[in-house]
């Protein structure tokens, strides 16, 4: 599964962060609907910023894109490990396994991410609830 996590520095210097591209023009546009002569963006400029390199940054400072099995490498790994010790998996469900995981711990992520909490409170979330040590 191809999962990745976007993070928008707006121009006050707030983040956000999302998985989803659609939900990246709703919050750049939704920010700057007050600014005379925005054009909005579309799904084509978001498109253009993380994948041909445009320059055109259109009311933001920023624009970031993670790749969501690098971003949770650690969690991952020590969950497949857990796993491993509980029982012998085939490949194929220790992928189904950590598909699931990770859309787990990426809602943990960002929402708290967008509370403005550190790495180490998320880490402390996440490790409590996925009951993983990291």
């Not at 498109?47 to 933001?60: A, D, T, V």
């Not at 970031?64 to 490949?91: A, C, N, T």
């Amino acid at each position: 599964m191809k999962f990745s996590i976007y993070k928008i520095v707006h121009n006050d210097d707030t983040c956000y962060y999302t998985n989803d591209r659609r939900e990246l023009i709703d919050t750049i546009n939704n920010s700057n609907k007050d600014i005379d002569g925005f054009k909005e963006v579309n799904i084509n400029t978001i498109n253009g910023l993380l994948y041909n390199k445009s320059k055109q940054l259109r009311g933001i400072k920023s624009i970031e894109r993670f790749d969501g099995q690098e971003y949770y490498k650690q969690y991952i790994d020590k969950y497949v490990e857990w796993l491993m010790e509980q029982h012998e998996y085939s490949p194929h469900t220790i992928k189904r396994f950590k598909n699931q995981f990770i859309k787990f711990i990426n809602s943990i992520e960002i929402s708290s991410r967008n509370n403005g909490d550190g790495d180490d409170v998320i880490r402390h979330r996440i490790s409590a609830v996925g009951m993983i040590a990291v």
